[in-house]
């Protein structure tokens, strides 16, 4: 066996980053079908392995999770953004705070906080008229950090600071494109591009500012993740830095994932229309015309399954990546200490090893009788092991509130045709609005 697992060839200098910034999602496909269970390749000047079988990302993230980190990258733009919240520090510190915040997130208090995720779904509704075409992407990302807001810092934001705030993730998202010149060019240099980074991080630090000046000093009984760390402050556990950090992590990734599922989800429902008149069908019968709650939402069997094939399909999170703390094996191939590895989403989750037809919108793929015969790790929309995605249950009970909202009161047909174009960043997202005309049910 070869010392180094297969791959495509690179450029001198520059490995495989050309190749990589053109198309990241047709690069992985091509390595993914070309390729093995692990593929080498050169990315940003650092020796690169894509591992494409669940086994291998399971030891991964779970069985050798401690042999595996965070990876340190050259441009420090996500560090700058998101410094040392909960994605991405390390060790008894992350352990730390994970455990403070867990409370905020713990199944009671998820269910408790259903009523509010359902008041500003209606909210946005309401807002609504029949005829009226919408971009369904920017309602769902306007929604969701409502909700973000309102359930993790105790508060509220106006419509204004929602638009504020909603403007700021432009250059954030252009910032993360993956491109063969940035990749070259250091950080410090004063582009264009890095002065809209950091005067769009400025805004969002400042929306948090005002947030955090609101709530000191009512923090005192509150279970909200910014009560938690405010009263930690004030006990002389965490520092300003901290308190920035994980309130910048939870108001981007706590939102995003979310609006990026729900965006997703209606474009597939109403590309297949048969599944979406299952889909309507199901909260006709559940709800009966009724608000969603959330016992009502665990009847919801057939949009379960829908957001499933949303999230195999469309993973907001469309790769991950991890570098070993030491020299491992992998795949039978020997992987150096802080190599880079991509656990791609987007490869796996399409691969026909793991599904049939899988191009295809299939919900009943995720039929306990199907979904029993693959592997565990052939699908993670939200990571695995112990630093899976902390919010998980907090958005799965989102989405399908919203949907509940959404799905009673309109149909919804997109104006268009064709399949998305997508824009990959820190998240996937389309790259064109997604527009939606709306019809009263």
């Known amino acids: 066996m070869s010392s180094h697992p297969p791959g495509p060839k690179g450029l001198p200098f520059v490995g495989n980053t050309h190749q990589y910034a053109r198309d990241p999602f047709r690069f992985m496909d091509a390595c993914g079908q070309a390729y093995g269970d692990i593929v080498g390749f050169e990315l940003a000047g650092r020796p690169t392995y894509m591992l494409t079988h669940p086994r291998e990302i399971e030891q991964v993230l779970v069985a050798g999770e401690a042999d595996y980190g965070k990876p340190v990258f050259g441009d420090d733009a996500v560090q700058e953004l998101l410094g040392n919240g909960l994605l991405l520090s ?3 510190f992350w352990r730390e705070q994970r455990q403070r915040a867990q409370p905020a997130f713990h199944p009671g208090r998820i269910v408790d906080l259903a009523d509010d995720m359902v008041a500003h779904a209606t909210e946005m509704v309401d807002s609504w008229a029949d005829g009226e075409v919408i971009d369904i992407r920017q309602e769902m990302a306007e929604v969701t950090v409502k909700i973000i807001v309102d359930a993790m810092f105790g508060t509220s934001i106006d419509d204004e600071t ?14 993360f494109e993956p491109d063969a010149v940035r990749f070259l060019t250091p950080q410090w240099v004063p582009t264009g591009e890095n002065r809209q980074f950091r005067d769009a991080i400025a805004t969002l630090e400042g929306v948090l500012d005002d947030l955090v000046a609101e709530r000191r000093g009512t923090e005192r009984e509150g279970e909200d993740l910014l009560s938690i760390m405010l009263r930690a402050q004030a006990a002389g556990e965490i520092g300003d830095e901290v308190l ?16 990026l599922t729900l965006t997703y989800t209606t474009y597939l429902l109403d590309a297949n229309p048969e599944e979406k008149t299952r889909f309507q069908a199901e909260l006709d019968e559940v709800l009966g015309g009724e608000a969603p709650t959330a016992s009502a939402v665990r009847e919801f069997a057939f949009t379960d399954r829908v957001l499933n094939e949303a999230m195999r399909l469309y993973p907001p999170v469309y790769t991950m990546f991890r570098q070993p703390k030491r020299d491992v094996t992998l795949a039978g191939y020997d992987v150096a200490e802080g190599s880079l590895l991509m656990l791609p989403q987007w490869v796996v989750h399409r691969s026909d090893r793991w ?17 029993r015969e693959r592997p565990t790790y052939s699908y993670f929309p939200f990571g695995g092991g112990p630093r899976i995605c902390i919010g998980k249950q907090f958005s ?9 909202v959404l799905g009673q009161e309109y149909d919804f047909e997109r104006v268009g045709s064709g399949e998305l174009d997508l824009r990959p960043s820190l998240t996937m997202h389309p790259a064109d609005p997604v527009e939606m005309r709306l019809s009263s049910r």
């Open 90 to 92: 390390e060790g008894e």
């Open 162 to 175: 929602t638009s504020e705030v909603q403007a700021a993730l432009e250059p954030l998202g252009a910032r």
């Open 244 to 259: 920035r950090d994980e309130l910048m992590t939870m108001l981007l990734a706590g939102h995003d994932t979310t609006a």
């Open 355 to 371: 599904y049939d037809s899988p191009q295809a919108f299939d919900p009943d793929r995720w039929l306990l009788d199907r979904a």
């Open 396 to 404: 799965l009970l989102e989405a399908k509130l919203i949907l509940g």
